[in-house]
């Protein structure tokens, strides 16, 4: 079993002196450290080994009605409405083909994220959504999760979304308070920002998430608790808590603007009142209102995904997959637009993307469990990959060391401190291959 260890030399001492917010490692690896292929690979042989009994379904929409100051997604403001048609096109052709070619045998679980969806008309929602039921076999009870913005809530829209089986909305708010959305660089008007949380909370569907940052510069104490106080006023089911990175090529990252240095302390103001008021928490940034139940059967550790759309990543236990990535607005429009041209058989191949080795595998097995509350079951770390992971992976002294994770017979788990340093110590996890591949990825 390779060591996990390979030639990393920085101790996790000094990652945490350096940065306390090196960055967030919801996925592994970086889409930064995908190239093109040397040689396409087709889907059906790229998938003939999957288990296609528990898929993720994940589709993407590009779109947005406006940039907010911090936003590094694959999205576009304001786009044209022959683009959006053109997408959806694309889209559902690419839907026909890598069903086909995949074969999937049932879906247990189902996102639309950008971008914004719901910037889609009523009528463009629903035969995306008439598509997705028409290509994919999925389970009639699947959770089914939908990104929505104020902006783009209106009562016809999310009747759609719950006739077709959507079971969560989230919706970014970042900020209750005027200034800290100056700060953010996020127009918004409370009117509507109300409204719309009322319309959800009327509309049937199960889960209604709500997203919030903290750390802007000039933000006190006293405007990060109105905030989350308010959000707790609607009574979400969840609750993420994001603090705020100033990225390359956004509108903050181009102001020279940093974030605040009292981030970590904003975090644990706001982890303690969430538990205070009857939420568990899951991960650094997610909080669940205790008696929520949003369950699935699908891993993401271990089963696999589709990814539709322009900027979707596709996963395999060996390969990661999607379009290229930028951040900057005309660098996304083109690569729309060769998504939007590509020919039908084009959609067969993956010809993007990152191979991952058995050392990649269970690198990225132990970043997705350990930051999550529960942690890692080490039977099940041994059962996919042949050793236990304090075997595997020597960082696991220095984190017992440093206090951030405990062992047990079954678990390895963060402390709570651990859990609150989640932001370097997942990339203190990250491969010297695949770092190098980030630091050489020209960011456009």
């Given at each position: 079993m390779p060591n996990l260890?390979?030639?990393?030399?920085?101790?996790l001492?000094?990652?945490i002196?350096g940065?306390h917010?090196?960055?967030y490692?919801?996925a592994?690896?970086?889409k930064?450290?995908?190239?093109?292929?040397?040689h396409p690979?087709?889907l059906p042989t790229a998938w003939s080994?999957?288990?296609?009994?528990?898929?993720f379904?994940?589709?993407?929409?590009?779109?947005?009605?406006?940039?907010?100051?911090f936003?590094?997604?694959?999205?576009?403001s304001q786009p044209?409405?022959?683009?959006?048609r053109?997408t959806l096109?694309?889209?559902?052709?690419?839907?026909?083909?890598?069903?086909?070619r995949?074969?999937?045998?049932?879906?247990?679980?189902?996102?639309?994220?950008?971008?914004?969806?719901?910037y889609l008309?009523?009528?463009?929602l629903e035969?995306?959504?008439v598509?997705?039921r028409?290509?994919w076999?999925?389970?009639?009870?699947?959770?089914?999760s939908?990104?929505?913005s104020?902006a783009?809530?209106?009562?016809?829209?999310?009747t759609?979304?719950r006739?077709?089986?959507v079971?969560r909305i989230?919706?970014g708010?970042?900020?209750?308070?005027?200034r800290?959305l100056n700060?953010?660089g996020?127009?918004q008007d409370?009117?509507t920002?109300?409204?719309?949380?009322?319309?959800?909370r009327?509309?049937?569907?199960?889960?209604?998430?709500l997203?919030?940052?903290?750390?802007?510069?000039?933000?006190?104490?006293s405007?990060?608790f109105?905030?989350?106080r308010?959000?707790?006023?609607?009574d979400p089911g969840?609750l993420?808590l994001?603090?705020l990175?100033v990225?390359?090529?956004?509108g903050?990252g181009?102001t020279?603007?940093?974030?605040?240095?009292?981030?970590r302390?904003m975090?644990?103001?706001?982890r303690?009142?969430l538990?205070?008021?009857g939420?568990?928490q899951?991960?650094m940034?997610?909080f669940r209102k205790?008696?929520?139940?949003y369950?699935?059967?699908h891993?993401c550790q271990?089963?696999?995904?589709?990814g539709?759309?322009?900027?979707?990543?596709?996963y395999?236990r060996?390969?990661?997959?999607s379009?290229?990535?930028?951040v900057?607005g005309?660098?996304?429009r083109?690569?729309?637009?060769k998504f939007?041209?590509?020919?039908?058989?084009?959609?067969?191949?993956?010809?993007y993307?990152?191979w991952?080795?058995?050392?990649?595998?269970?690198?990225?097995?132990?970043?997705r469990s350990?930051?999550?509350?529960?942690?890692?079951?080490?039977q099940?770390?041994?059962?996919?990959?042949?050793?236990?992971?304090?075997?595997?992976?020597?960082q696991?002294?220095q984190l017992?060391?440093?206090?951030f994770?405990e062992l047990?017979?079954?678990?390895?788990?963060?402390?709570?401190?651990?859990l609150?340093h989640s932001?370097?110590?997942?990339p203190?996890l990250?491969?010297?291959?695949?770092?190098?591949?980030?630091e050489?990825?020209?960011?456009?």
């Open positions: 260890n390979g030639e990393m030399t920085t101790r001492s000094d990652a002196a940065d917010y090196a960055g490692a919801y592994y690896p970086h930064t450290s995908y190239r093109l292929f040397d690979v087709d080994d999957e288990d296609k009994s528990r898929l379904l994940y589709v993407h929409l590009p779109f947005c009605e406006m940039r907010c100051g936003c590094n997604l694959f999205t576009a044209p409405s022959e683009l959006v053109q096109d694309a889209i559902e052709t690419q839907s026909r083909v890598v069903s086909g995949v074969e999937p045998q049932r879906v247990v679980q189902v996102a639309f994220g950008g971008g914004t969806p719901t008309t009523a009528d463009e035969r995306l959504l598509m997705m028409c290509d076999p999925i389970e009639s009870e699947a959770p089914f939908v990104e929505v104020p783009t809530v209106d009562a016809t829209k999310l759609i979304l006739d077709h089986g079971r989230s919706m708010v970042q900020s209750f308070v005027s800290d700060q953010l996020r127009p409370h009117q920002v109300e409204h719309s949380i009322e319309l959800i009327q509309s049937g569907i199960d889960l209604f998430n997203d919030l940052i903290y750390g802007n510069q000039g933000q006190t104490e405007d990060w109105a905030t989350v308010k959000a707790l006023q609607y969840e993420f994001y603090p990175y990225r390359k090529l956004t903050l181009k020279g603007r940093s974030p605040a240095e009292n981030r302390h975090y644990r103001l706001g303690e009142l538990l205070d008021a939420y568990r899951i991960s940034r997610m205790s008696g929520t139940d369950g699935t059967q891993c271990e089963d696999g995904m589709i539709l759309g322009p900027g979707a990543r596709s395999t060996e390969l990661h997959y379009s290229e990535y930028a900057s005309s660098s996304i083109k690569i729309i637009d939007n041209r590509r020919d039908p058989e084009d959609f067969a191949l993956a010809d993307g990152v991952l080795n058995a050392e990649e595998q269970s690198r990225r097995y132990l970043i350990l930051l999550q509350v529960d942690g890692l079951d080490r099940a770390f041994a059962s996919l990959f042949g050793a236990d992971v304090c075997l595997v992976l020597p696991v002294e017992l060391e440093s206090g994770a047990t017979a079954e678990r390895l788990m963060l402390t709570a401190e651990g609150a932001d370097v110590i997942g203190w990250y491969s010297d291959a695949v770092l190098s591949r980030m050489q990825f020209e960011l456009q």
